[in-house]
């Protein structure tokens, strides 16, 4: 039976440049990541949290379409205008309003 040859402890099992390869083939076939850090990435992630609790909550009470649309239509449009407008990973700044 042949043995599967094991890196030495202090050896990496893939090099840096294989594996930045392997990263930029898997953002190519399925996109890219979450890249929002800071305070926008906090602010993003806040919004997504209580929207979705928010959802939860409409959909154990009785919410009034007045107040459930708003929030609907709102939560998702602020973090938009928030993300393309501080510079997140939105549009390039070619395609950007002035």
Not at 44 to 55: D, G, I, P, Q
Not at 57 to 85: D, E, K
Request: proline fraction near 7%; aromatic fraction near 8%.
């Amino acid at each position: 039976m042949s043995e599967i040859a094991k890196p030495a402890a202090d050896e990496p099992a893939i090099d840096a440049e294989a594996l930045k390869k392997a990263e930029q083939f898997i953002e190519a076939e399925e996109g890219a990541s979450n890249k929002l850090r800071g305070a926008l990435g906090i602010f993003v992630s806040a919004t997504a949290v209580a929207m979705s609790l928010f959802h939860l909550y409409s959909a154990y009470a009785i919410v009034p379409t007045q107040v459930l649309r708003p929030v609907h239509v709102g939560s998702p449009l602020r973090s938009v205008i928030a993300t393309v407008s501080c510079g997140g990973t939105g549009w390039p700044r070619s395609e950007r309003w002035p």
